[in-house]
């Protein structure tokens, strides 16, 4: 009560706190609920002493962690690692690439599990230089057949070109080619090579096919003379086998059996004489074609000796009624018989320095 009126006097009064506090309650009760209010601010502070305490410690904690953290990530202190920290941009960026890195990690993993890559991977290792001199010979090849498609390429151009030009050409030549063929066959047919010429008959052969059988008729007048009226010569124009032509054919119609036989049947006499009467019947033809131009000279060589003497008197029948046509007929025989039968002689004598030529006239018989 005293310090209130102190108080209320105005006087200056120094007083402990605990003082105070009781002179601020008014009661009992106020000053009870205030110190237990005290009391639990008293609790409070020093719970929040002690999380504080612990708060300092866990700091300090995660600061050396921290520093820990920093120095094993390669940094001096954590404020350089937290100026390292990328922008969320970079983030991103990297954290996509880390996805992509890790996709293909796993794609990897997955390959080099296959038991085929396993099984490979334990081979032993490979040659390099047997690789590198086949890729070289491939190169090698393959250069070889790029030069030779380019050249089959340019030979293809040209062969188009070509045939181009052959396509026109043969347009052109086309009229040629049809007057030709219709020439060749007519040649052909002259020269007795096409099929259309049955008895493969030349031209020429046609043309003299008439002027064999004129021959022909003119010496069988003088083979039937010389053979005693047997032999009788006709033109055949038979097709002979194989590739033989036709048209100039001579046969014999042998009058003893009245059957036509081949000249090739004919012995060695036979043939001469024959070949004798064809002469003299050409002889007469040719005088005959040539205005009544005569042949006045005749020379026969040889062939004398293969005719009998029956045959031989005949023969020389023939070329004797020949020299009274004012006909000269020269002999040339070595037939000793001859000698005696001719009766102006031209005889060859050989000798040591050479041949000489004398006359003789022999006998007439």
């Given amino acids: 009560t005293s310090y209130y009126t102190r108080l209320e006097q105005g006087q200056s009064l120094s007083a402990s706190p605990e003082v105070l506090d009781a002179i601020a309650d008014a009661t009992v009760a106020e000053r009870a609920a205030r110190l237990e209010r005290q009391a639990g601010l008293l609790a409070h502070a020093a719970e929040a002493a002690r999380n504080a305490e612990a708060a300092a410690d866990r700091l300090k904690e995660a600061d050396a962690r921290l520093a820990d953290a920093a120095y094993r990530a390669g940094f ?24 992509a890195w890790q996709t293909e990690s796993a794609a990897v993993a997955a390959e080099l599990s296959d038991p085929k890559v396993l099984a490979a991977a334990q081979a032993p290792p490979a040659d390099p230089e047997v690789p590198r001199a086949a890729a070289e010979a491939a190169t090698r090849a393959l250069r070889e057949v790029s030069a030779a ?58 043309v003299l096919a008439a002027r064999l059988e004129q021959v022909a008729a003119a010496a069988s007048a003088r083979l039937r003379q010389m053979s005693s009226g047997r032999y009788t010569l006709v033109h055949s124009d038979a097709r002979s086998g194989g590739r033989g032509r036709s048209g100039l054919g001579l046969h014999v119609i042998d009058a003893w059996t009245g059957r036509e036989r081949d000249t090739a049947t004919l012995s060695g006499g036979e043939t001469f004489f024959a070949s004798l009467a064809l002469a003299l019947g050409l002889a007469d033809v040719v005088t005959d074609e040539a205005g009544g131009v005569r042949l006045d000279t005749l020379f026969i060589d040889e062939g004398f000796g293969s005719l009998d003497e029956q045959t031989l008197d005949e023969v020389m029948d023939v070329l004797d009624s020949l020299r009274e046509r004012d006909r000269t007929v020269g002999i040339v025989s070595h037939v000793a018989d001859l000698r005696r039968r001719i009766p102006a002689q031209l005889e060859v004598v050989k000798g040591r320095e050479g041949s000489a030529v004398r006359h003789r006239t022999a006998a007439a018989p």
């Fill in 76 to 99: 001096d202190t954590p404020e350089q690692a937290a100026e390292a920290v990328l922008p969320p941009d970079r983030q991103r960026d990297a954290r996509r690439r880390l996805d």
């Fill in 149 to 206: 498609d380019a050249a089959a390429r340019t030979r293809c151009e040209e062969l188009d070109a070509l045939s181009a030009q052959a396509v026109a050409d043969a347009r052109r030549l086309a009229p040629l080619r049809a007057e030709y063929d219709r020439i060749a066959r007519l040649a052909s047919l002259a020269a007795g090579t096409s099929a259309d010429n049955e008895r493969r008959m030349r031209l020429e052969a046609y």
